[in-house]
C-alpha cells in the first residue's frame, strides 16, 4: 500500500510537469507585400475604340451619356510556402470621391493597357465590396474575396485583374494611374505560410462564391457590343428570376407577317423631327417604323413617337425605384391611355439596363420589379396596340460578358416582344449576318417570344472603298432577320461619337431602300 500510494504520487507529479512545459503553438507566419499597378487603364461606351491606358488618370461614373469603367491588372509573385491571405486594393482619388464605388473581380487578364477598349473589354464578375475612403481621399477596397485560398504552391507570378465602377449618373471618380507616380494604385497583399488555417474572416466577402485566381486571370476577351463591360452570375447582377420555359403563344394582337424596315435618327442642322423624318423616308424609299429615344420620361403624346405616324419602337428611362414607389403612376397611365390605337407601339422601359445594373445605379431585381408594375398600368389602357418590349444587348449574351440575360427579364407574362441592339464593330470585317442575327433569334424563339432588332449598324470600313462590302452585309442582315421572322429591323442610321453608322454612300442607301420596297 505504501508503495503503490509513493508510484500515485509520482505520476500525478509527472503529468503535472507535463502540462506545465506544453507551449502554445506559435502563430503561423505572415509576410506582406506592396505591389505597384503593372497595367490600368479604362474604357469609355461612346468611344468604343479609344484606348485610353496611356493616360495618367483613370476615369468612372454612370452618366446617361458618358458611361466609364476603370481596370486595373497586378502581378502578384507569391513567396516559396506561402499563399495570399488577404489583399487590399489602394487608390488615390483627385478628390472626395462620389457614393457607390465598387470594386469588382474581373473574368479575364489577358488584357493590356495599350489595347484595353470598351469594345474589347473583358466582363466583370463579381462584386467584391464598397470602399473606405480617408480624410485624403485614398480610396480603399477589400479585394480578398478574388482569390480562393489555396495550399497549392504557385511559382508562376499571377495576373490578379480588379475593375472600379462607379454608380453615380452625375459625379465622376478620377483616380491616379500608374503613369502619375505618386498616388498610384497599390495593391497591398499578405502572405500566410502553407497549411496555416485561413485568418480572414469568410463572412467578410462580399459575393457569394469566389471565382479562383486563375478565373480571374484566364479567357481571351472579344469584342463587345454597343452600349457595356463592361459590365453578373459570378459575373451577372442580381439574382436570376424564375421563369418558366414553354410560356403561352404570343398575343395574336402582335402583327404577323412582313419583317419591318425601319431607322433611327437625329435631327440635324435646325430641322423639326418630321423634317428629319422626311429626309430619312428620301433616303431609302418611306421607312415603315421608327425608333424613338426619349432620355427620361415619355413625351406626352403625340411627341416624336406620335409624330413618326407609323410603327414605332419607342424608349423612355426612369430609376426603377421612381416607378416601384408610385410617384409616375398618375403620368404613365396617362401617357400609356393617350397612345394611338391605329398603329403597333412598341414602348421600351429603359433599354440596355446592363451597364447601369452592373454600376450599381439600380438593382436588376428592382429592374424586373419596375417592368411588373409599368406592365400592369399599361394594360389598364386596354389598348391591344401596346406592346411591352424588353431591348437588351446582343453582347450579354455572348460568354465573355459574364452577364446572363435572364437577369433582365421580368418573365413571359408581362414582356410581349424581346428587342436587341446589334452591331458590327470589328474594324476589319462585316460579321457574318448569320451569327448576329442568328444568336437573337435563336434566344427569342427559345423563349417562345416575337422578336426584332431595335438597333442595328455598322460604319464602312476603311478597306471598303466602294461601299460595296457594307451594302451586301446590309443586305444579308435584312434577309436574315426575314429568314427567323423578326417583326422589324432599324437601322442607327446616325454620327455615334468615334463611329459613323449613317447610311450616306449611293450602295449603302441602294442596299436599304431594296429592303424597305421589298
Known amino acids: ?15 503535472i510537469g507535463v502540462a506545465v512545459v506544453v507551449a502554445k503553438e506559435a502563430p503561423p507566419e505572415t509576410t506582406s507585400l506592396r505591389i505597384p499597378v503593372a497595367e490600368d487603364g479604362y474604357v469609355v461606351r461612346e468611344e468604343p475604340d479609344t484606348v485610353f491606358g496611356t493616360r495618367d488618370t483613370l476615369v468612372s461614373v454612370a452618366r446617361p451619356d458618358y458611361y466609364a469603367v476603370s481596370y486595373l491588372k497586378f502581378q502578384v509573385s507569391i513567396p516559396s510556402g506561402f499563399r495570399v491571405s ?11 470621391p462620389p457614393a457607390g464605388l465598387q470594386a469588382r473581380a474581373v473574368l479575364s487578364s489577358e488584357w493590356t493597357e495599350r489595347e484595353l ?4 473589354r473583358p466582363g466583370l464578375g463579381q462584386v467584391l465590396g464598397g470602399p473606405q475612403v480617408s480624410e485624403k481621399n ?31 449618373d452625375t459625379d465622376s471618380l478620377t483616380l491616379f494611374a500608374g503613369e502619375h507616380g505618386d498616388g498610384a494604385p497599390v495593391l497591398a497583399v499578405t502572405f500566410i505560410e502553407l497549411g496555416a488555417p485561413d485568418t480572414t474572416p469568410q463572412d467578410g466577402r462580399q459575393g457569394g462564391d469566389k471565382p479562383s485566381a486563375s478565373a480571374s486571370a484566364s479567357g481571351t476577351p472579344s469584342p463587345g457590343a454597343s452600349a457595356s463591360v463592361g459590365p453578373s452570375a459570378s459575373a451577372s447582377p442580381g439574382a436570376s428570376p424564375s421563369t418558366s420555359t414553354g410560356n403561352p403563344p404570343p398575343p395574336s394582337t402582335i402583327p404577323a407577317g412582313r419583317t419591318l424596315c425601319g431607322a433611327s435618327f437625329y435631327q440635324e442642322n435646325g430641322e423639326s423631327y418630321v423634317q428629319a423624318l422626311a429626309r430619312e423616308d428620301g433616303y431609302f424609299g418611306g421607312l415603315e417604323a421608327a425608333r424613338v429615344f426619349y432620355p427620361g420620361a415619355p413625351t406626352a403624346w403625340p411627341g416624336n413617337a406620335g409624330k413618326a405616324n407609323r410603327t414605332v419602337i419607342v424608349s423612355f428611362k426612369y430609376n426603377p425605384k421612381e416607378i416601384l414607389n408610385g410617384s409616375r403612376d398618375a403620368y404613365l397611365k396617362d401617357w400609356f391611355a393617350k397612345a394611338p390605337r391605329d398603329r403597333d ?25 419596375a417592368w411588373k408594375r409599368l406592365a400592369g398600368l399599361a394594360d389598364q389602357a386596354n389598348n391591344s396596340k401596346l406592346h411591352a418590349t424588353l431591348v437588351l444587348m446582343d453582347w450579354t449574351l455572348m460568354s465573355q460578358s459574364g452577364r446572363k440575360w435572364r437577369d433582365y427579364y421580368p418573365g413571359g407574362d408581362v414582356i410581349d416582344v424581346l428587342g436587341w441592339d446589334v452591331y458590327n464593330w470589328d474594324k476589319n470585317k462585316y460579321t457574318p449576318a448569320t451569327d448576329l442575327v442568328g444568336r437573337v ?15 442595328m449598324g455598322s460604319a464602312k470600313l476603311a478597306s471598303d472603298t466602294t461601299g460595296n462590302t457594307r451594302a451586301a452585309w446590309l443586305t444579308a442582315m435584312a434577309n436574315e432577320t426575314i429568314k427567323n421572322k423578326g417583326l422589324w429591323i432599324t437601322y442607327f442610321d446616325i454620327d455615334w461619337t468615334t463611329h459613323d453608322f449613317r447610311l ?10 431594296a429592303f424597305c420596297d421589298a
Open 138 to 168: 485614398l480610396v480603399t477596397f477589400d479585394v480578398s474575396g478574388a482569390v480562393t485560398p489555396s495550399d497549392e504552391p504557385s511559382p508562376m507570378p499571377l495576373d490578379v485583374s480588379f475593375a472600379v465602377t462607379n454608380a453615380s
Open 117 to 120: 477598349a470598351y469594345n474589347n
Open 86 to 96: 488577404s489583399m487590399s486594393l489602394q487608390l488615390q482619388a483627385d478628390a472626395a
Open 504 to 513: 450616306r454612300d449611293a450602295v449603302s442607301q441602294k442596299a436599304w431602300r
Open 441 to 455: 433569334a435563336s434566344i427569342s424563339k427559345g423563349e417562345g417570344k416575337p422578336w426584332g432588332i431595335a438597333e
Open 345 to 369: 407601339v412598341y414602348w421600351v422601359y429603359y433599354h440596355e439596363p446592363e451597364d447601369n445594373i452592373e454600376s450599381g445605379v439600380f438593382t436588376a431585381s428592382d429592374y424586373r420589379a
Open 1 to 15: 500500500m505504501i508503495i503503490a500510494a509513493i508510484v500515485a504520487a509520482c505520476l500525478g507529479a509527472a503529468l
